[in-house]
C-alpha cells in the first residue's frame, strides 16, 4: 500500500501541471487583443479554474494525508484538454498570420470537434469535479 504522502504528492504533482496548463492557455489568450463575448467567457472560466486547481494546491500542502484518486483523472484531463486547445489555437493563429493584435478566427476554432463554447463547458465541468472534492476536503 502506498504512503499517504506519496499518493497525495502524485495528486498534488498533477494539480501543478493541471495549472500550469490553464494558467499557459489563459495567459496566450490574453495576449490577443480581440475578445468576442465567447472568448471573453472562456477567459472567465479559465480565471475560475484557476482559482479553484490553487485552493485545491493550498489544501493538498496542509493535508497532506488526504488521498484523492478521484481526482486523478479529471487533472489528467484538464491538463491535456488545455495543452491540445493551444495547440489548436496556436495552428489557428499561424494560418491567420499570427497577429496576436487582432485575431479573427476565433470563430473558426475547434476543439476535438466542438467550439468554443463546449470547451468553456468542459472546463466548467473539471471545476466542478474538482471543486466538489476540494470542499469534501475541507469539511
Known amino acids: 500500500m502506498a ?8 495528486v498534488l504533482t498533477l494539480v501543478i501541471f493541471a495549472h500550469k496548463s490553464c494558467l499557459t492557455l489563459y495567459k496566450t489568450i490574453q495576449s490577443f487583443k480581440t475578445h468576442p463575448k465567447r472568448v471573453r467567457n472562456l477567459i472567465d472560466e479559465l480565471e475560475a479554474l484557476i482559482g479553484v486547481l490553487e485552493s485545491l494546491d493550498e489544501t493538498m500542502k496542509l493535508h497532506t494525508d488526504v488521498d484523492i484518486p478521484a481526482l486523478d483523472l479529471p487533472l489528467r484531463r484538464c491538463s491535456s484538454a488545455c495543452d491540445e486547445f493551444l495547440q489548436e489555437l496556436q495552428k489557428c493563429c499561424a494560418r ?41 476536503m475541507q469539511l
Open 3 to 10: 504512503e499517504p504522502i506519496g499518493l497525495a504528492s502524485g
Open 96 to 136: 491567420s498570420g499570427g497577429d496576436r493584435q487582432s485575431f479573427r478566427d476565433w470563430a473558426k476554432l475547434r476543439y476535438m470537434g466542438d467550439d468554443i463554447d463546449d470547451f468553456t463547458d468542459t472546463l466548467a465541468a473539471y471545476k466542478s469535479t474538482i471543486n466538489i472534492a476540494l470542499t469534501d
